[in-house]
């Protein structure tokens, strides 16, 4: 709303300090006419959210009916209406739920193109992609998808034809990375952080295996073994390879395992198995089959070792335990972090009830030998290709958020699983009932669904979704309260105060904010500091960097209140209680406290 806002006052959206926001920087022009129409800058974005998540239904029934048939189609519009997560995507005046409906529309054309060879929907998968990518980054994950269609032919495909074939969308990829690459918020202004400034490192936390393993003969020489296994695999898979494209695949899967990172390996032969870009008989093949045996050797030598010459303590449950120990191996792609971890904590049922029905699917797509790629094998393909990418990419965090675009492809592919399964234990007629039946029963099970929460959406605890647990309000989208926080301020803060804000978006609703403050050892430090570090990149405001700054202010004024998220208050009073802190206000996630270097204040938390 505030990038909006500066894009009308500015022609563009620029930051008064320098630089420009291009996040969603379709959505801010779409929004920003409606904001001249209504004087409503708050309501405009979400108005452009609402519609096009309304938008993506006739999307869904198409993919639907592709899959399998109408009840398909139908049943996906019904969830996608009920869903509780699309609902709150749809209010949420930010890109993912209108990128979800471009991301939707684009598969409906790349089924076009792939199954229907009809070459027009090139051109539509590039207009899209270009779409994509002015809504939000994961536009280059649509950039890569063009380059797809041919893996999913079944006919061998030298490398010379498919690089021929892709050429046409180079220029695409080219574009789409540089836009999401390139930092436009540091444009055309002076540096943003200071001189002295060193970002603080994170460590990974994560053990190198293969420098362990050097490190032990004995468990070097019982390395033997599985490399023996695996040298045996390559030279079957060289005298045996079907097209380069697959036993490029296999080659890859094969080095990832040698590198001990499995879940790597396991998503590379995944892959393989659904793209199948070969005219082969059936799958696997013998040079897939030695690959296959090849990885599992190295699993189980990787396991083992990792369990074994780990030396840390060992507190946890057995089960996080165990998975504390085999992380190295899990490392890439992020899936445990980005997606398991997430899911599990917000919405378990939902989750475990997807991971079994896309399971399901999968393996009949890989049991299958269809002469031609089906609906089904495109939309497992390219569900698990982008879940991968977008696990690989680096996100400044673990939500549920980042997979948002491909949730209705896990449940078109769900419900095309329950309509096959019923359809083959029961006859037909009954299946058009337990079909809708199933799904419909089923999804009311699950966390997505919550009736209370549709019917009471406009009320406040639903808003600012107090009585949810904190991984449900991160994957609902945690909102706050802040226009009344700012109402507070108006009325406590007299002339004389000083007022330190650490929340981001309070300046929208208070124009009479001081300061803005972020600690310089805060992730978040390198995105708001503008101008050597000395303003805040969104309100303008000076920047204080340190508690010590913090200090500073608190001792040129009678009283300091200073605005902070809830679980950061604690440490923020313990660098600053000599100034006799106090709590004044607390709602949700957000806080005031109250400083003051006079002695008569009341006694200190």
Request: proline share 6%; glycine share 4%; aromatic share 12%.
């Amino acid at each position: 709303m505030r990038s909006v806002q500066n894009l009308l006052n500015y022609g563009w959206p620029r930051f008064e300090c320098g630089g420009a926001y291009t996040r969603g920087l379709l959505l801010q022009y779409l929004a920003a006419p409606l904001t001249l129409l209504t004087a409503n800058v708050e309501a405009a974005p979400r108005f452009v959210s609402a519609v096009s998540s309304v938008l993506a239904w006739p999307a869904a029934y198409i993919i639907g009916c592709r899959i399998h048939s109408r009840t398909v189609g139908l049943l996906a519009v019904a969830i996608l209406a009920l869903s509780v997560w699309e609902t709150e995507m749809a209010r949420f005046g930010r890109m993912y739920a209108p990128f979800q409906t471009v991301f939707l529309w684009y598969l409906v054309c790349f089924l076009k193109r792939t199954l229907d060879d009809d070459q027009r929907a090139d051109w539509f998968m590039v207009a899209l992609t270009v779409v994509g990518t002015l809504l939000w980054e994961g536009g280059v994950f649509l950039a890569l998808t063009n380059f797809l269609p041919l893996f999913l032919q079944r006919r061998s495909t030298s490398l010379s034809e498919a690089c021929a074939a892709m050429l046409k969308f180079v220029p695409t990829l080219a574009l789409s990375y540089w836009f999401v690459a390139t930092d436009f918020r540091t444009l055309g202004g002076l540096p943003s952080l200071p001189l002295d400034y060193a970002s603080v490192s994170t460590p990974t936390g994560s053990v190198s295996l293969w420098n362990t393993l050097l490190s032990k003969p004995w468990w070097l020489t019982l390395f033997i073994l599985p490399l023996g296994v695996s040298v045996w695999s390559g030279i079957i898979l060289w005298r045996r390879r079907e097209g380069g494209l697959t036993t490029l695949g296999l080659f890859a899967a094969l080095t990832a395992a040698l590198a001990n990172q499995l879940l790597a390996a396991v998503s590379i032969l995944l892959l393989s198995g659904l793209f199948r870009p070969s005219s082969q008989p059936r799958f696997p093949s013998p040079a897939t089959k030695a690959v296959l045996l090849a990885v599992g050797a190295l699993a189980v030598f990787w396991v083992i070792f990792a369990c074994t010459v780990w030396t840390g303590p060992l507190t946890a449950p057995a089960w996080k335990a165990l998975l504390s120990l085999l992380f190295p191996l899990l490392r890439e792609p992020d899936l445990v972090d980005q997606v398991l971890r997430p899911w599990a904590a917000a919405v378990p049922l939902l989750s475990l009830s997807l991971l079994v029905l896309l399971a399901i699917a999968v393996a009949r797509v890989l049991k299958s030998d269809a002469p031609q790629p089906t609906a089904e094998r495109a939309l497992l393909a390219i569900f698990t290709f982008l879940l991968l990418a977008a696990c690989a990419s680096d996100t400044p965090r673990h939500e549920t958020r980042y997979v948002f675009f491909l949730y209705p492809i896990a449940v078109i592919v769900a419900l095309s699983t329950i309509a096959t399964l019923t359809e083959r234990f029961a006859d037909r007629r009954s299946a058009a009932v337990l079909t809708p039946l199933l799904a419909i029963s089923g999804f009311a099970l699950t966390e997505d669904f919550q009736l209370r929460h549709l019917l009471r959406v406009d009320q406040p605890a639903t808003i600012f979704k107090y009585n949810l647990t904190p991984a449900q309000q991160e994957h609902l989208v945690t909102r706050d309260d802040t226009r009344s926080l700012a109402q507070w301020l108006s009325t406590h803060a007299r002339r004389g105060d000083s007022v330190v804000d650490a929340v981001q978006g309070l300046d929208f609703y208070d124009h009479t904010l001081n300061y803005f403050y972020v600690d310089r050892t805060d992730f978040n430090f390198e995105s708001y500091s503008c101008q050597y570090g000395t303003r805040d990149r969104w309100s303008n405001l000076p920047l204080l960097q340190s508690t010590q700054d913090v200090g500073s202010v608190i001792s040129r004024h009678s009283t300091t209140y200073v605005v902070t998220y809830s679980t950061r208050v604690a440490p923020l009073i313990t660098g600053l209680l000599q100034y006799r802190p106090q709590l004044e206000w607390s709602q949700g996630h957000l806080a005031v406290v109250a400083f003051s270097p006079r002695a008569n204040r009341a006694p200190p938390l």
